[in-house]
């Protein structure tokens, strides 16, 4: 027998509300499958389970508030026999909660798809979230159908229970949330920046050669091959990536770097895109298009969240030169990009105008120095120099 | 003259909205910059591009894309595509 918790979701949740139980006592579970649905200040999240085994009971109802760490569920081991009734509940710590009233029409909630501003106005108006019909992709809620549900003759949720949270505003939420985990970093991590310019000329040749034949939906991005080129350095500065825990560096062997994406009501999360050293460009960009449109869409799953071992942003997006960025605890480093532009450029004693990039390195002096972080730099321009080895 | 395509600029919006559900159609000017009035990454801009090319069965190369800068260069190239 063992306890499914619920798990850290980055450093800046430490509570969240379960939206919906994805399993029943009985079913089988295998690593990795999402067994429940917990929203969060920053989205809802597909919560996986790390092991094999067998639902045995479920602890908490829909509707609940629960502390990270809270005991979710009892799972039985592959093979284990059932306890005789009663007997598991004895021994139980003080994790466990007595199960609370369900929550409103929550537990018969299908996977619900909503947009977090659609899920925050429906909060604002007391509108049932499960009577809601979604217009969007993939049959999303959006702001609009929340509004729809609300017009004078739309069927209303008659006596729908008061949110557990009338006042919860999810984009105040975020900023706390983010202001919590920077604040943090900013406390405890003592962070150096430094930044190097990236000829990016022959990166962009590449790409515009790479994308030339390919039909619109399978062509990359820069930013794709931006992030490939940090997992190749990464694999020799493993200093970089991983976490600071319990007062020392745990190095992790793959890339998951979190990808910082904006939202569009404002805030930003950065779930990892996994494993990035050892996947294709093609795969890569799929992954980031997918994972880019499950954050905007509020749907992502437990292990985007607490995975990242590094962040990359890239605010040159927005237009700006450099980026010098806030590492995420318990990562140790941050790489920003800045925006590719044309800059006077010194090649061979001759002046000449090259589309250039500022990546810039902000790292955590408990696990190195700016040496080895302007060794790591100076890789990830070499790699970025030779992009047909991505 | 009589614009051949009356739809175009809605259907340009509406697919414009699907990623930036902000936007509100009379506010856009058509001579700005359309990525300086609406915040657009360029996973946005790919989006969007992709989803004129699939609903409008029209093909743009990447090579095109630095002439898509104003809604009414877009505009143009699609009615230029479409005609």
Do not use: C
């Not at chain 1, 739309?154 to 949330?177: F, I, L, V």
């Not at chain 1, 980026?323 to 006077?344: C, D, K, S």
């Amino acid at each position: 027998m063992f306890d499914f918790t619920l798990p850290s979701l980055g450093a800046d949740m430490d509570e969240g509300k379960l939206i919906e139980w994805k399993v029943k006592p009985g079913d089988a579970v295998s690593k990795g499958q999402v067994v429940a649905i917990v929203d969060t200040s920053k989205a809802a999240v597909d919560v996986e389970i790390w092991q094999d085994g067998v639902v045995h009971e479920l602890l908490i109802e829909p509707g609940e508030r629960i502390p990270v760490g809270t005991v979710l569920a009892t799972l039985l081991e592959p093979g284990e026999e059932a306890p005789p009734q009663g007997a598991a509940r004895g021994g139980r710590q003080a994790g466990a909660r007595a199960p609370a009233a369900p929550g409103a029409g929550a537990a018969e909630t299908a996977r619900l798809r909503i947009s977090p501003a659609a899920r925050k106005r429906a909060e604002a108006l007391g509108v049932d979230l499960a009577r809601l019909n979604g217009s969007g992709p993939g049959g999303a809620v959006t702001l609009a159908d929340v509004e729809v549900a609300v017009q004078p003759g739309a069927p209303k949720a008659p006596e729908a229970a008061p949110a557990a949270h009338p006042a919860a505003d999810r984009n105040a939420e975020m900023r706390r949330a983010i202001a919590a985990a920077m604040s943090r970093s900013k406390r405890e991590i003592p962070h150096y920046y430094l930044s190097e310019t990236i000829p990016m000329a022959r990166a962009q040749n590449w790409l515009t050669q790479a994308n030339e034949g390919r039909p619109i939906t399978e062509r990359l991005l820069m930013a794709v091959v931006q992030l490939k080129a940090v997992a190749a350095a990464l694999a020799q500065y493993p200093e970089m990536n991983g976490f600071f825990r319990d007062g020392r560096f745990e190095p992790v062997q793959a890339a998951h770097i979190g990808v910082a994406i904006s939202l569009r009501q404002g805030g930003l999360i950065a779930p990892a895109l996994h494993d990035v050293g050892s996947k294709p460009l093609d795969q890569l960009m799929r992954e980031l298009a997918d994972l880019v449109k499950r954050t905007r869409a509020g749907s992502l799953r437990s292990s985007e969240m607490s995975d990242p071992t590094i962040t990359v942003t890239n605010l040159g997006e927005q237009g700006v030169e450099t980026v010098m960025g806030v590492i995420y605890p318990p990562q140790v480093a941050l790489v920003g990009f800045g925006r590719i532009m044309e800059r006077p450029w010194v090649e061979d004693g001759a002046l000449v105008a090259l589309p250039t990039v500022v990546a810039s390195l902000a790292a955590d002096h408990r696990v190195s120095d700016g040496h080895r972080g302007a060794l790591f730099l100076a890789e990830l321009r070499e790699r970025l120099l030779r992009p047909e080895e991505l | 003259m009589t614009e051949k395509f009356p739809e175009l600029r809605a259907n340009v919006i509406a697919i414009l909205r699907s990623i930036a559900p902000e936007v509100e159609a009379d506010e856009l000017r058509d001579d700005r910059p359309l990525r300086q009035q609406v915040d657009l990454d360029s996973m946005d801009w790919l989006n969007f591009l992709i989803g004129i090319s699939e609903q409008l069965k029209v093909s743009i190369p990447e090579a095109d894309y630095g002439r898509l800068v104003t809604l009414a260069n877009l505009l143009d190239y699609l009615r230029a595509k479409l005609g």
